[in-house]
């Protein structure tokens, strides 16, 4: 064993209650309600937003007790990858990994475009150096350098520790939470109720906005990844997990009323970016509608910077499993970080500007699609582990048991199949496909690679590097 305990690398226990829930809270809000919420109100009506994201917050807490169960029972670095490993064995397990690696990673590298959006909103960016032309967007080097620098400094605080990035996380996502109310409080009290329309356009509309939702949700599955490091009771890691849920739908909910009242629906209809046109008209101020803006940025900010957190853990755990290069499974001596892992990831994130704004929308589509193939295969999981090992310790048990699971294999079947050719929500052809199957591609030849690289991992190494010896199984062990 000593050969084997020398490899295994793991993380430090310095995270809060406090810090958890902003980490999924924060990943989860981000920038999409300031970009979405008039889009939500146009196709399904202010009531029809709402009864969307109502839906879905159901829908989400199904899949998210599979994970409120699984996560304090198994509380490691990884998420996904170990449930899926455990319940489902390592084929499965890798597929998973990579997948909620490629959702991460695909929303981490949106929001360097999006926050070069802000900016220019607030101080227009001068164009200088044309690049190219990238689905009618025209890319400038000056543009591109403002994102990739956001990159670079979220990727530096990573670096240097969970801590510092847990203390950003709080302190952005409590900004945020400021512009967000501030604006529910000023559509209820200076807002028209004559604006909240139409109430409804019917159950297409529904839909569409229903598609949306896994997006606007991802997020709270970030709590898996950093359970490794987290300094709190193992039976409230379910409750905060299911909390942060229930705030993002309350979040959501809450501005859908406040984008309704605060402005009627032609200046909701023709803004760029609607939250904050919508609370200058209503407040008749065009520097309140910038205030709301760096409201947003910071959103951009804790989702960008728990994306980062949530891919880098997963790839962290890949490579301490000998499933990726060792590289990737070793922590720096000085700061107890995932180092490798947060380099390729904040390289990524740091180049993304260079495909210009347009690849906003083909980075959330792609990202949903990998992220709901991740929580079909926690459900599988879920139950799995409840036939296989009954007696796993389980600080907190969900009721219904497999019920539960089965409904959330089921739910997450119902979103994949939205994706797909023959759904309302096809990923579009070539982007967004192009980036699924490149993904998928790639990960093929690294698993090639890998196991050639490493023939010889017995089941007895993999267990111990996949789980330690406290939450390994004894039968491999011995």
Same mark, same amino acid.
């Given at each position: ?81 170990? &449930? ?17 690696? &490629? ?40 543009? %591109? ?18 801590? !510092? ?5 709080? /302190? ?16 209820? %009290? ?23 939702? !896994?997006?606007?949700?991802?997020? &709270? ?22 909390? /942060? ?26 803004? /760029? ?78 180049? $993304? ?44 048990? %969900? ?14 079947? &119902?979103?994949? $199949? ?36 490493? !023939?010889?991992? $017995? ?20």
């Amino acid at each position: 064993m000593s050969k084997t305990t020398d490899e295994r690398q793991t993380l430090n226990r310095v995270l809060g209650i406090k810090d958890v829930i902003a980490l999924s809270f924060g990943t989860m809000i981000g920038w999409g309600w300031i970009m979405l919420a008039g889009v939500w109100v146009t196709a399904a009506g202010v009531i029809g937003a709402m009864v969307a994201f109502l839906i879905g917050a159901v829908l989400c807490i199904f899949v998210g007790l599979t994970y409120a169960e699984l996560t304090p029972a198994l509380p490691l670095a990884g998420g996904e990858l170990v &449930f899926s490993y455990r319940g489902l064995g390592y084929k499965a397990s890798w597929m998973t990994g990579w997948m909620i690696t &490629f959702a991460y990673v695909g929303v981490a590298a949106w929001e360097g475009p999006a926050l070069v959006t802000a900016i220019d909103y607030i101080i227009p960016i001068p164009r200088a150096v044309f690049l190219w032309n990238v689905a009618g967007f025209d890319v400038y080097l000056s543009w %591109v350098l403002v994102g990739s620098l956001g990159g670079l400094i979220l990727a530096l605080l990573n670096f240097r520790g969970a801590k !510092p990035a847990a203390v950003f996380q709080l /302190s952005a996502t409590i900004a945020m939470a400021i512009g967000g109310v501030l604006f529910f409080f000023g559509g209820v %009290v200076a807002g028209d109720i004559a604006n909240m329309v139409p109430a409804s356009t019917g159950f297409n509309g529904i839909i569409v906005v229903l598609l949306m939702v !896994p997006a606007m949700f991802v997020g &709270f599955d970030v709590i898996p990844q950093t359970a490794e490091e987290m300094n709190i009771p193992l039976h409230k890691i379910a409750k905060v997990l299911i909390i /942060s849920i229930l705030m993002a739908a309350a979040w959501y909910i809450i501005m859908i009323v406040g984008i309704s009242l605060s402005a009627p629906p032609d200046i909701r209809d023709s803004a /760029s970016i609607p939250v904050a046109e919508a609370f200058a008209y209503n407040v008749g101020a065009p520097i309140v509608g910038k205030l709301m803006i760096i409201a947003a940025m910071c959103g951009i900010l804790t989702s960008w910077n728990g994306f980062i957190i949530g891919a880098t853990r997963v790839i962290f755990a890949m490579g301490r499993a000998k499933m990726l290069p060792p590289v990737f499974g070793k922590v720096h001596p000085k700061y107890q970080t995932p180092s490798a892992a947060i380099f390729l990831v904040g390289f990524i994130t740091c180049i $993304s500007p260079l495909l210009g704004k347009s690849a906003l929308v083909w980075f959330v589509d792609a990202s949903a699609f990998g992220t709901v193939v991740a929580y079909f295969m926690v459900a599988l999981s879920f139950v799995a582990l409840r036939r296989k090992e009954p007696k796993l310790i389980r600080p907190y048990k %969900v009721r219904g048991g497999s019920f539960v699971g089965i409904c959330a294999a089921l739910i997450a079947l &119902f979103f994949l $199949s939205l994706y797909t050719p023959i759904g309302p929500g096809n990923l579009i052809w070539p982007y967004e496909w192009l980036m699924v199957l490149g993904w998928v591609v790639l990960g093929i030849i690294l698993a090639i690679m890998n196991q050639k690289a490493y !023939p010889d991992v $017995s089941l007895r190494e993999r267990e111990y590097l996949m789980f330690g010896e406290e939450y390994a199984r004894e039968k491999y062990l011995k």
